[in-house]
């Protein structure tokens, strides 16, 4: 049933300012230690500044590293975990490159299982170390990218192996409620694009604890053909929640809905046929019934949209890309949809950052979608960055996790230096790593982003990596949780 326009109005009206910052997370500021800014100008004051004025949360500054990897606050360690070129698979090849999203799983025996993206794209010849073609596992064996499979064993061996093979620009993706993992191609590419042999474009499942389940991938199709980022399930209803990184148009939210009668499982997503259920891209409105037609107009915290969903005409885009299969009224755009991770009870949805493509410039929102009232409030605006080569501002938030300490946990892909930050539920941020890198020159630094940020299942390590070369970091320390 659609949630209409008057309904929302009146429950708005109703609720007023108490929906503003509901859910566990707040609003979160540029700068760490400070409240959230409310507009998208950029912020004045310093870091220090900042937190001298809000008081201390976090762990304290972070102390430069004498290997030049990864500035931690006091007491705080990092392990290399994978390295590519560097560490090899259980095969004798080196360990991928470009790692991008991850989630953990408990493994046999105390282990730890880590599925890990390599959002590598177009042909294998482009890239010094692809995923390997391993027997069995490949979708298209001209596509370079794929996901690999890391064992962390009690005492600190470390085992990989591939999951998937043959697949293209593996991004932000998400693991399921039975304890697999979904990888989407960020790409459009069809057979005969960049030396491709198959469509790519689509969500793939890999089970990180039964190699036999991932032989002859198939796509889910049911889940349509697009710039796939991130994806998460709602264990309650079973929808899934898929976010497109494009422009040209800007791209889409979507929500799939199952098929009457189907149990989510694990394999159960291979078995769906092409056109099973329904995929809808989202349509937002204001409290006013006024159509949004780009979340960039949000400019507030706590700003809060009622949603509705729009059937997708054509899913497997055989001739339109989805997202311009959609006239300029009919559905709600944004650039750079990015990681999402479940929690409370919905969605955390990321959008990047807006530039000239938008209507409205920022370095960054996040949103929390509320399935059970359907509507989605504006939790993190991160005003544009006015300068990014130094630290202590924070710009660009991509691959998420909601931190069992409270709060968020984000991976910064913005310009200039790059950390990871955290949020506690009232939103006052604090920085939680810096790369320290450099893969550019002295005269030009040039820092690569962090990706696949998450907990392991027992919430003692953080697992983070650098994308470029290709680095799987695992983070330990005194962690605690934050007060509000």
């Given at each position: 049933?659609?949630?209409?326009?008057?309904?929302?109005?009146?429950?708005?009206?109703?609720?007023?300012?108490?929906?503003?910052?509901?859910?566990?997370?707040?609003?979160?500021?540029?700068?760490?230690?400070?409240?959230?800014?409310?507009?998208?100008?950029?912020?004045?004051?310093?870091?220090?500044?900042?937190?001298?004025?809000?008081?201390?949360?976090?762990?304290?500054?972070?102390?430069?590293?004498?290997?030049?990897?990864?500035?931690?606050?006091?007491?705080?360690?990092?392990?290399?975990?994978?390295?590519?070129?560097?560490?090899?698979?259980?095969?004798?090849?080196?360990?991928?490159?470009?790692?991008?999203?991850?989630?953990?799983?408990?493994?046999?025996?105390?282990?730890?299982?880590?599925?890990?993206?390599?959002?590598?794209?177009?042909?294998?010849?482009?890239?010094?170390?692809?995923?390997?073609?391993?027997?069995?596992?490949?979708?298209?064996?001209?596509?370079?990218?794929?996901?690999?499979?890391?064992?962390?064993?009690?005492?600190?061996?470390?085992?990989?192996?591939?999951?998937?093979?043959?697949?293209?620009?593996?991004?932000?993706?998400?693991?399921?409620?039975?304890?697999?993992?979904?990888?989407?191609?960020?790409?459009?590419?069809?057979?005969?694009?960049?030396?491709?042999?198959?469509?790519?474009?689509?969500?793939?499942?890999?089970?990180?604890?039964?190699?036999?389940?991932?032989?002859?991938?198939?796509?889910?199709?049911?889940?349509?053909?697009?710039?796939?980022?991130?994806?998460?399930?709602?264990?309650?209803?079973?929808?899934?929640?898929?976010?497109?990184?494009?422009?040209?148009?800007?791209?889409?939210?979507?929500?799939?809905?199952?098929?009457?009668?189907?149990?989510?499982?694990?394999?159960?997503?291979?078995?769906?046929?092409?056109?099973?259920?329904?995929?809808?891209?989202?349509?937002?409105?204001?409290?006013?019934?006024?159509?949004?037609?780009?979340?960039?107009?949000?400019?507030?915290?706590?700003?809060?949209?009622?949603?509705?969903?729009?059937?997708?005409?054509?899913?497997?885009?055989?001739?339109?890309?989805?997202?311009?299969?959609?006239?300029?009224?009919?559905?709600?755009?944004?650039?750079?949809?990015?990681?999402?991770?479940?929690?409370?009870?919905?969605?955390?949805?990321?959008?990047?950052?807006?530039?000239?493509?938008?209507?409205?410039?920022?370095?960054?929102?996040?949103?929390?979608?509320?399935?059970?009232?359907?509507?989605?409030?504006?939790?993190?605006?991160?005003?544009?960055?006015?300068?990014?080569?130094?630290?202590?501002?924070?710009?660009?938030?991509?691959?998420?996790?909601?931190?069992?300490?409270?709060?968020?946990?984000?991976?910064?892909?913005g310009e200039g230096i790059q950390h990871l930050f955290g949020a506690t539920d009232s939103g006052r941020t604090y920085p939680i790593a810096r790369n320290e890198l450099n893969i550019g020159t002295e005269e030009e630094p040039e820092y690569s982003e962090f990706t696949g940020v998450t907990f392991s299942p027992d919430g003692r390590t953080l697992f983070a990596n650098i994308q470029t070369p290709g680095i799987m970091l695992a983070i330990t320390g005194p962690?605690?949780?934050?007060?509000?």
């Open positions: 049933m659609s949630l209409t326009r008057r309904d929302f109005a009146r429950n708005s009206a109703i609720t007023g300012a108490g929906v503003a910052l509901a859910g566990s997370v707040g609003a979160l500021a540029t700068a760490p230690n400070a409240l959230a800014s409310t507009d998208t100008a950029p912020q004045a004051g310093s870091a220090a500044e900042e937190s001298a004025a809000h008081g201390g949360v976090g762990y304290g500054p972070l102390l430069p590293d004498p290997k030049g990897l990864l500035a931690l606050p006091a007491g705080f360690t990092y392990r290399v975990i994978t390295y590519s070129g560097r560490t090899k698979l259980e095969t004798g090849e080196f360990t991928p490159s470009n790692h991008d999203g991850t989630a953990t799983f408990d493994g046999p025996r105390g282990t730890t299982l880590l599925v890990n993206n390599h959002e590598l794209k177009g042909p294998r010849a482009n890239w010094p170390h692809p995923v390997p073609l391993t027997e069995g596992l490949v979708y298209d064996p001209a596509a370079s990218g794929g996901c690999t499979v890391v064992e962390v064993r009690p005492g600190g061996r470390v085992a990989e192996w591939v999951g998937i093979a043959g697949t293209s620009t593996n991004c932000a993706g998400g693991s399921t409620p039975w304890g697999t993992w979904l990888t989407g191609e960020e790409t459009e590419d069809k057979a005969g694009q960049n030396g491709m042999t198959k469509d790519h474009g689509y969500i793939f499942e890999v089970d990180p604890a039964d190699r036999r389940a991932n032989r002859d991938p198939k796509p889910v199709k049911a889940f349509g053909r697009y710039a796939h980022e991130a994806v998460v399930i709602d264990p309650k209803r079973g929808h899934a929640y898929l976010t497109e990184d494009a422009s040209g148009p800007n791209g889409l939210l979507f929500r799939w809905t199952p098929p009457a009668g189907f149990h989510h499982g694990r394999g159960k997503l291979r078995t769906l046929a092409g056109n099973a259920g329904v995929l809808q891209a989202f349509k937002c409105f204001d409290s006013g019934g006024k159509f949004v037609d780009d979340l960039s107009r949000a400019t507030r915290i706590g700003t809060v949209y009622g949603v509705d969903w729009v059937d997708v005409p054509d899913r497997d885009a055989k001739t339109v890309p989805v997202r311009k299969q959609f006239t300029d009224g009919q559905v709600t755009r944004a650039r750079k949809l990015e990681g999402m991770w479940w929690g409370d009870g919905g969605a955390y949805v990321v959008s990047s950052y807006a530039r000239e493509e938008s209507p409205v410039q920022h370095d960054g929102q996040v949103w929390f979608y509320d399935p059970k009232r359907r509507t989605l409030t504006l939790k993190v605006l991160l005003g544009v960055n006015p300068d990014p080569s130094k630290d202590g501002a924070f710009d660009g938030p991509d691959n998420i996790t909601v931190s069992p300490y409270g709060g968020l946990v984000i991976a910064e892909d962690w605690k949780r934050q007060e509000r």
